[in-house]
């Protein structure tokens, strides 16, 4: 038997490596997914005024510093029984879809774009954003850099800053929109939707034109059932900022909807003593292990899992790609039937793009935003001590929890981010393209491994801020020199 280890593996935010086990007869034996790091930021957030962690918490994360803001202030808001104004809640879910405008466009583009504009076989050198570039040509690469640029000065003009935000606090927020600013976030929406047609049309060019691709996304090897979950709005719709968590089966049959206070009651968390990430679970279900199907906890909360629990999105481009997205998978527009492929994530991915862009132009025109109220203090008598925030983050449901004493100073906080959840799923998704790529008599070349990444590539994983697990102990290597030769002498190894 042989050891294959791809580590680093790539284009992701964080680390994390994969280990494969290859029999002699050059079929797999098994397969580990292990993240290696620890980042401990619910221990950072005790004894900290509640207040404060609306700031803290954007450190988590230099890519989802918007989602852990909005998470967290509205956690606090629960801690103090806060009620926002209209003007508030309207600014929150703008600043928060610009984000996500430019956040699914970073990983279209420059994190799973090499792998099909590229392609999955071409050299290490080349699958990246400048072998993008060359393929499509630099004025594309130009639009994806002014759909960032749009995304950040949004994120500047109501949040104050382009990353790490600081605007949303118990109540509501602290920055007023001017007129000025509005019509300035108007003219960058009408951009972002012309932006979010032309993904459209690179979608259709490149990978939907291609049969290998479309075989490679359909394939077995990227398949898997499992419990799908997602933010949805008061119609069902796909919502990033409010809602209620609605969870899908695999076979389409609606497993729970519950507000954010009650997630304790649906989710748990399991452990491996390998990995410091933790492997989130249907509490009513249980831990299976890593299988899928109705009888395993398993779930994922990814792009797609968030249109497979949804009836549909809210805004008309994107609810007719959401139909062209089902009718062409499953023969049915309506969404109904659900769409199990594992890269179809990335064209998911694309619905929620052009969502994010018109909810983001729809949101500006909303004369609302340049309110003069935008925050209600909240007051001492409507004091709780506890509340929970949930959002979606472009990588899944992200949970904040946090219980204060009668000061407002934490004492507990626990958080569930959004790749967290799909923790379990992704180790799955690993291990399944491992088995159908690595086969007796089948070369293992840098295209197969690239291949088996491209499994987590679809998650668009953050596993900076997922990691969470402290029983682990540290990885280690301790190697031991002689003290004249310099020769080694013995080498000993911990969880690496």
């Not at 299988?291 to 949804?310: E, F, H, Q």
């Amino acid at each position: 038997m042989k050891s294959i280890v791809i580590d680093p593996i790539t284009r992701l935010e964080g680390h994390g490596k994969i280990h494969l086990f290859v029999n002699d007869d050059g079929s797999l034996a098994n397969c580990y997914f292990q993240i290696p790091e620890l980042r401990g930021f619910e221990k950072f957030c005790q004894g900290r005024p509640v207040e404060e962690l609306c700031r803290i918490v954007t450190r988590i994360c230099g890519v989802c510093p918007d989602a852990h803001h909005m998470a967290a202030a509205k956690a606090a808001d629960g801690v103090y029984g806060a009620k926002l104004p209209p003007a508030a809640t309207k600014l929150r879910n703008l600043v928060y879809n610009a984000f996500y405008a430019g956040d699914h466009a970073t990983h279209f583009y420059a994190l799973s774009g090499p792998d099909f504009v590229c392609g999955p076989d071409a050299p290490p050198a080349e699958r990246n954003i400048l072998g993008v570039v060359a393929k499509v040509g630099l004025e594309a690469g130009k639009a994806v850099i002014a759909q960032r640029a749009a995304g950040q000065r949004i994120i500047e003009i109501i949040g104050g800053k382009k990353v790490h935000p600081m605007t949303a606090l118990p109540g509501g927020m602290s920055k007023r929109v001017s007129k000025a600013e509005q019509q300035e976030m108007i003219k960058l929406g009408e951009q972002m939707v012309e932006f979010a047609k032309f993904t459209i049309q690179i979608l259709n060019d490149v990978v939907l034109a291609n049969k290998a691709y479309v075989d490679l996304i359909l394939s077995n090897s990227f398949t898997h059932q499992t419990y799908n979950m997602g933010l949805v709005d008061a119609n069902g719709k796909v919502n990033f900022y409010e809602g209620k968590v609605r969870v899908v089966g695999p076979d389409g049959k609606k497993h729970a909807e519950y507000e954010a206070k009650d997630y304790l009651e649906y989710v748990a968390e399991h452990v491996e003593p390998y990995s410091y990430l933790k492997y989130p679970y249907l509490k009513k279900i249980g831990w299976k292990g890593f299988v899928d199907g109705v009888d395993s906890g398993v779930y994922k909360a990814s792009p797609l899992s968030r249109l497979n629990v949804s009836d549909g999105m809210a805004t008309p481009l994107a609810q007719a790609e959401y139909e062209r997205f089902y009718e062409t998978l499953t023969k049915d527009k309506s969404g109904k039937t659900m769409v199990h492929a594992t890269l179809a994530t990335h064209w998911a991915r694309v619905v929620e793009l052009v969502y994010a862009c018109e909810a983001t132009l729809m949101m500006a025109k909303d004369d609302e935003i340049t309110s003069d109220t935008i925050h209600v203090p909240p007051k001492k008598e409507n004091f709780v001590g506890e509340g929970v925030g949930i959002v979606e983050a472009p990588r899944g449901t992200l949970t904040h929890h946090y219980k204060t004493d009668q000061n407002g100073m934490v004492t507990e906080a626990n958080l569930i981010v959004g790749t967290t959840n799909n923790n379990a799923p992704i180790t799955m998704s690993i291990k399944r393209a491992a088995e159908g790529l690595i086969k007796k008599g089948t070369p293992i070349t840098n295209g197969t491994l690239n291949r088996i990444e491209m499994a987590f590539r679809a998650y668009d994983p953050c596993f900076g801020c997922a990691t969470h697990s402290l029983p682990g102990e540290m990885p280690l290597e301790v190697v031991v020199h002689d003290a004249e030769s310099g020769e080694i002498v013995d080498t000993t190894y911990r969880n690496c």
